[in-house]
């Protein structure tokens, strides 16, 4: 999402060009252009898959929606099993049209990630629940902290649903370090991403995430502390941003792959 | 500032013919009137001044600015004491220009409060230190949850500095109601404040507060937490809303107040 204005195949030249061993993907560019197809050129390119973004959703109280929600779920997974990659990022959803019951949302989302977790597993991937910042609460994500991530996903086997450590989302929290921390005791950070706080916020708030190094995060101080968990896997950069998106794709990845070196190795 | 379309004597008129006991007032408006005029206009109306808003702004680590707000709470305590009121609400500050040190920031919060605090109570001021919603983290306020509001509170005395509960801020936080209970034992509700929490955001996030009863918040439901937790003090409807000021502002305080009626009592 970095570079959406690349194509799958610019997309990969530019990590092979830049040195970039991984990429994280989501579903519609990838249904866009075939997921075997997108599969085929990114194993054929040597790179990794890191995650596929996303799943979730799964807050709806209309039966058929929820049912219509865990097979676009159920698609996903199989889309990831197929690229690849072993990790399937979850944006659980929000409060459903009127309702104001957030405790009700988050017991959907356990309640579906039961049904889902071992059909995960069946095809070989991990459901990772990305707590969203709290100002999405209401229309994305009705978990909201790393330690409600934690408290759903630790309902399942590590093997089965483990949690999403985005320094957007969680660099406020005083208790997100602790969270990091018996996230990583539990092999239960499936996913590391990275992207920098910066205001004013836009309109709609979605697209206003900062590069690496213009905001307010400590990325380094996050960095450390996830590693000082024991993961030792990918670390992804998802920046949403118009003013990134408006660019050269080719520039912004570069860009990009230099401000992660610079605030964050 | 639900109604900041209305000058100070509009305010009081309205108020009296609506009923509404009691108005939480701003500095500025509350300057340009003249403190002591906007003291005697409201208290010979015999409306109640619920709580001044507002101090705070503590975070500079530039020894002037550090000294500059310091003396500018210490004028606030003094404001809000001419007014009659016993409550100061402080929004504490973010991060000072290129720093990404929020731990700090949190204690040079505390390190201010260590001063004024007792400098209010000589006045008959209480501090109430009000967490804001974590998207004002970087900008606006350090402390973001209730339960960190209160952690730094209990460094001092209740009768020098508690918090302001507004369901805008903690809505979503699970972690909330027992900060409710807990705040409402330790006699440190020092404000209770309402509004709905609308999306879309509108660009740069602060003007954007719903109108009671429009949005995500189950008010009803956190009325009756803070009564539980033993409170008894005014109520105030705190909406900051474009949508709302362009409008008649005597017609905005009536459907205020019918929708505080229609949705928390």
Redesign the interface.
Known sequence: MTVKQLSLPELTEACLGLGVPGIGLWREPVQAYGVERAAKLVREAGLTVTTLCRGGFLTATDADEWTRALDDNRAAVVEAATLGTDTLVLVSGG?PPG?????GA?ERIADALGILAPYAQEHGVRLAIEPL???F???RCAV??LT?ALDIAERFPAEQVGVVVDTYHI????QAPAAVARAGAGGRIHSFQLAD?V???????LNGRGQLGD????LR?WREQVDAAGYTGPIEVELFNDALWARDGVEVLSETAMRYVRHTV
Chains 1, 2 share one sequence.
């Open positions: 409060l309702s104001r019951d957030l405790p988050r910042h709290p100002m609460a209401a229309d909201s902290t409600q660099w406020w929290d005083d706080w205001t004013p916020l836009p309109a709609g708030v905001g307010a995060i400590d101080a």
